[in-house]
């Protein structure tokens, strides 16, 4: 069970570094747990999570090694930063910075080079649903964002139905267990049945819908955005993700 939370633009620095003194105190020692932070809290929330069992990673990165990319950061970059591992592919970015899956994939490509691992978002829109088109969506998005000899070590998989980010909509059990076992099968034929790496759920998750997501078939953990923000909720999510472990 991964249980990861995604910040996004917030909270201020202030905010964090009580929120990563709080995270650092809770114990749960079956779960794995991870923090994306935004870039320049890289530094600061690495040193003050020394020796906690929490990983922390960027939220994006470039492609490039380095160059003429004024606001990007590359993937070496990250890692001398503290990162471990980033998140790439978020619905948000592939929005709001025309990210295809494409790109995707050349960032992959360029963290797994620098031995980051990477979660990687996929997650069909309101209207891709309704048109009956989710299923079709995932596939491809997932087929065309893990560049083609990339290794399942250290990849993980985070579904995220873009409708419900940040809404308080949750997918329902029964389309999330069938996203679920459609994206292993794409990643069993790919890397056998034995190597397909973890999958998470991402969409409104918060502490009391976690454990009935997390019983959930194929469902190995959640990428968490707003209440991973609250100290409590991002441990009462952790609970249950160790629970169903
Ligand atoms: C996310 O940002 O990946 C996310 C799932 O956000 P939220 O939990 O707020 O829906």
């Not at 596939?139 to 250290?154: K, M, N, W």
Request: glycine share 8%.
């Amino acid at each position: 069970m991964i249980v990861a939370a995604n910040w996004k633009m917030n909270p201020a620095l202030d905010q964090a570094s009580i929120l990563a003194t709080a995270l650092a105190s809770q114990s749960f020692p079956q779960i794995k747990r991870i923090l994306f932070v935004p870039h320049p809290y890289l530094v600061p929330m690495s040193v003050r999570l020394t020796g906690a069992a929490l990983e922390i990673g960027g939220q994006d990165c470039h492609f490039a090694d380095h160059g003429a990319f004024t606001g990007d950061v590359s993937a070496a970059m990250l890692r001398d930063c503290g990162a471990s591992l980033v998140l790439l592919g978020h619905s948000e970015r592939r929005a709001a910075h025309g990210e295809t899956s494409d790109i995707v994939a050349q960032k992959i490509k360029a963290a797994m080079a620098q031995n980051l691992d990477v979660m990687l978002c996929v997650g069909e829109t309101k209207a891709e649903r309704d048109d009956k088109k989710a299923e079709q969506v995932v596939i491809d998005q997932l087929q065309a964002s893990i560049p083609e000899h990339a290794p399942p070590t250290g990849l993980m998989i985070a579904y995220e139905p873009v409708w419900a980010i940040g809404t308080g909509a949750v997918a329902s059990p029964d389309d999330i267990a069938a996203m679920h076992h459609v994206i292993a099968s794409v990643l069993a034929e790919r890397y056998g049945a034995n190597h397909v790496p973890p999958i998470l759920y991402g969409g409104s998750v918060n502490a009391d819908n976690a454990a009935s997501l997390f019983s959930i078939p194929l469902v190995g953990g959640a990428l968490v955005g707003g209440a991973s923000l609250d100290a409590d909720a991002f441990a009462a999510i952790c609970t249950a993700a160790q629970d169903a472990a």
